[in-house]
């Protein structure tokens, strides 16, 4: 069956300093990798995705996120997090699963202190 | 008005009430989702529209009951509800539901829930 789990309920990070958000995935076959985030207050948005080719997704605002076969992961990264960066981000994978279906993560709020 | 819509976006209600959540996305797109999510779990899938058919029915309970005249419109009629359907109700839509990779969703503000 498909899965995504996002092991950490939250991030905190101090500003300046580099990110992970971390999600891994269980899919049969290719999977479709997605990342979403919702800011305080707004809805939910798309922020990247991996199809295939490349395995580094380079995003908005700095983010890039990783796909890694051999370990089904697909974490998100920043270089230096901004205070503005602080947000619920979830991890979806696309697959076939008796069909195509999107799944999504319980979701990682990551909060910058300045 | 562009992207996706969802009115109300505040609603209390009680057990007996009917109510009726709306949709509307102004993207060109064949498929919409409802989604309902609740704080500490990951978004569940309620129902998948594609060219107005219902294509995917995530076992949800019947006192919820969507519609979709048209592609650019999603309705959610909700009928006894229960104090634990309180959540967010996001919309969503995108280019198809089917096996195309380039599908990314766009979701609407979504629609606060209380059940009283």
């Known amino acids: 069956a498909q899965s995504v789990a996002q092991p950490e309920d939250q991030v905190n990070v101090a500003e300046g300093n580099p990110l992970t958000v971390k999600c891994t995935y269980s899919?049969?076959?290719?999977?479709?990798l997605f990342w979403y985030v919702q800011y305080p207050n707004r809805g939910l948005q798309f922020f990247l995705k991996y199809i295939t080719g490349d395995n580094l997704v380079k995003g908005s605002y700095g983010f890039e996120a990783e796909f890694n076969k051999s370990q089904t992961s697909f974490h998100l990264k920043k270089p230096s997090a901004l205070v503005s960066d602080s947000a619920l981000y979830f991890c979806a994978v696309r697959g076939w699963s008796g069909g195509f279906k999107t799944i999504f993560g319980a979701g990682t709020r990551l909060f910058v202190k300045a | 008005e562009t992207g996706v819509t969802q009115t109300p976006r505040h609603l209390v209600m009680g057990m007996t009430n009917k109510k009726s959540l709306k949709c509307e996305q102004h993207l060109g797109h064949n498929a919409m989702y409802w989604y309902k999510q609740s704080a500490k779990k990951p978004l569940e899938l309620m129902f998948v529209y594609s060219l107005e058919e219902r294509v995917e029915n995530n076992s949800v309970p019947s006192r919820f009951s969507p519609e979709c005249p048209n592609s650019s419109h999603l309705f959610l009629h909700l009928h006894t509800l229960q104090p634990e359907d309180s959540a967010l109700y996001l919309c969503a839509s995108s280019q198809s539901s089917g096996a195309g990779g380039n599908n990314e969703q766009f979701f609407g503000p979504g629609t606060r829930l209380t059940v009283l």
């Open positions: 899919v049969s076959g290719n999977p479709y």
